[in-house]
């Protein structure tokens, strides 16, 4: 599993962050929850799928490992140290990455609370001009900014990929079916994952899930995009100092705010039930741009584009 971004932004974020403590961390097999000592609370989609038992073990492991002052050293260090604990190497991935992006999350969330600063800014409002044109785009993940791009008038093409795909494939094709009917003149199509790497450059525009960061799929996509394609990464998982990601070729960031009360949301249930209203709908979104824009056909450069 690749995590070079996840791993570049914890580094990072280890020269701007001190004297942090992790208070508590919360295994589900819907979202793992993180919480610092200050209440600063990060989240990452879970693709791990154990046992509540096994997830109760870990986690009391887990804060054995990562609780205390944050050392970000020995936090990147997490995936080979579940060796003892987990013999499934699937599952070790899985479990260090959303463990490691919750954590990097948490450690991320003054600074998007305080609306960025000389790095990035927050805005509350989604550009007007988002999508720049484009006609093609590439979705990850089914559902985002998947029916926003279907809506957009000048797309003529949009494609979804979704791991869940052969899984859900009935669900997805009734909703994408009901899309073709609404818009016909539009191309929408789905798949479970993409054929080829040139396959990627045909899209003028990729939205990338934040989940990506949990499942070692992000830096395929960013090694693989059009060089002038507009690249998001959106989601709940999303919520990170963004330096990182737009040194990787992400042009900006879709994403919220947690609350600390997701971590009791959390404590309730193993299958994460109970954060769904929150995570799915019930936080406000905020956009991530870089301080000082690209100056190019893709950089948000006019004041009005934050404005409206």
Known sequence: MNNRVLLDTLAYLGRLVFNVRLTALHLT????????????????MSYYTLSDEALWRLERYLMDFCGGPID????????????????????????????????????????IRAGGDECFQVIHRLPTNWTKGAESALVVGFGGFLEPLIETETMKEIHVV??????????????????KQNHPCKMIT??????????????????????????????????????????ILQGQSASLYPQVLFQSGVQWVATTLKPATLGTLARERRDGAPMRPLLQGGLPWLYLFPRVVRHDSHAFHCEDDFNH
């Not at 097999?29 to 990452?44: E, K, N, P």
């Not at 979704?162 to 899309?179: A, H, M, N, T, V």
């Open 190 to 231: 789905a798949s479970a994952e993409v054929s080829h790497e040139t396959g990627l450059r045909k899209f003028d525009l990729l939205s990338i899930t934040g989940s990506t960061l949990c499942n070692g799929t992000l830096e395929f996509f960013l090694s693989n995009v059009r060089e002038d394609a507009i690249v």
């Open 29 to 44: 097999r819907f979202f793992t929850v993180a919480i610092l000592d200050d209440s600063s609370t990060g989240a990452a």
């Open 72 to 111: 970000i050293g020995r936090l990147v260090t997490l995936q080979d140290k579940l060796g003892t604990e987990i013999e499934d190497s699937t599952e070790r991935a899985y479990i260090a990455a959303s463990v490691m992006t919750s954590i990097a999350s948490a450690l991320s969330s003054k600074f």
């Open 162 to 179: 979704d791991l869940r795909y052969e899984r859900k494939k009935d669900e997805f094709s009734s909703q994408i079916q009901i899309w």
